[in-house]
């Protein structure tokens, strides 16, 4: 299985930017889509972006046009740059193979980072 750490969560004023981060344990982008999630306690987790192995991105219409997927393979590390950040935007961050690594028969997720934006 691969590790993933995400980081890069904080306070920040509505219409502001974070860059998330993610790094995993070894490399894997040119075989899995890599994916950006967010959960708001007793919500449903959300599918927020995606990018494939060949580069190619997808986004949640909520986000379209503010936030953008990126990786540096080099690092095996993925990005998520968040312009133009919204109250609604709060959430809990994650990272993840789409669809997410199973063990033992559930998703597994890591630790997640905390965006929250004031207004």
């Known amino acids: 299985q691969v590790q993933l750490v995400e980081s890069g969560g904080g306070l920040v004023q509505a219409g502001g930017s974070l860059r998330l981060s993610c790094a995993a344990s070894?490399?894997?982008?040119?075989?899995?889509?890599m994916a950006w999630y967010r959960q708001v306690p007793g919500k449903q987790r959300e599918l927020v972006a995606t990018?494939?192995?060949?580069?190619?991105?997808n986004y949640a219409d909520s986000v379209k046009g503010r936030f953008t997927i990126s990786r540096d393979s080099a690092k095996n590390t993925v990005y998520l740059q968040m312009n133009s950040l919204k109250p609604e935007d709060t959430a809990v961050y994650y990272c993840?193979?789409?669809?997410?690594?199973?063990?033992?028969?559930?998703?597994?997720w890591g630790q997640g980072t905390q965006v929250t934006v004031s207004s």
């Open positions: 993840n193979r789409s669809p997410p690594q199973r063990v033992g028969g559930v998703d597994y």
């Open positions: 070894r490399s894997i982008f040119s075989v899995s889509v």
């Open positions: 990018i494939t192995g060949g580069g190619f991105t």
